[in-house]
């Protein structure tokens, strides 16, 4: 009897570790295309290691997470600016949608893919 509760059992691990694709390939590409596109890693981030991989709603939907520091404050290609020389932690989610990167954005408030900063709602709202 407990043979075949560890066969069903065994089973059950089988079938259902294939229910949810592996992230190793999304976190493989979010790794190279922070490395070679993320204008805020290319001027002075360093320190790039995996922080989270979250499934979406789709077999190959993933948010990746992942965390580096910059060795200066604010966001993007800086050369032109006069900056706070002060360690910056950092987390840049890209989010796949049915495999493609559709989103690459830092701290919640800068687009990596467009090189701009993401303006509030609210901020556009008409007054009163």
């Not at 229910?19 to 002075?44: H, I, M, N, Q």
């Not at 989270?52 to 600016?81: H, K, M, T």
Request: aromatic share 10%; with cysteine.
């Amino acid at each position: 009897m407990s043979k075949i509760i560890i066969s069903l059992i065994g089973l059950l691990f089988l079938v259902g570790a294939g229910c949810t694709p592996s992230p190793d390939k999304y976190v493989a590409e979010a790794t190279t295309w922070v490395e070679t596109s993320s204008s805020t890693y290319l001027y002075d981030g360093s320190g790039l290691k995996l922080k989270e991989a979250v499934p979406g709603n789709c077999a190959s939907c993933w948010d990746i997470y992942l965390d580096f520091e910059s060795s200066a404050a604010g966001f993007g290609d800086r050369s032109d600016q006069i900056l706070a020389q002060v360690i910056t932690p950092h987390t840049i989610r890209l989010r796949y949608l049915q495999g493609e990167l559709i989103e690459a954005i830092t701290d919640e408030v800068y687009d990596e893919q467009h090189a701009r900063k993401l303006e509030s709602i609210f901020l556009n709202e008409p007054a009163n």
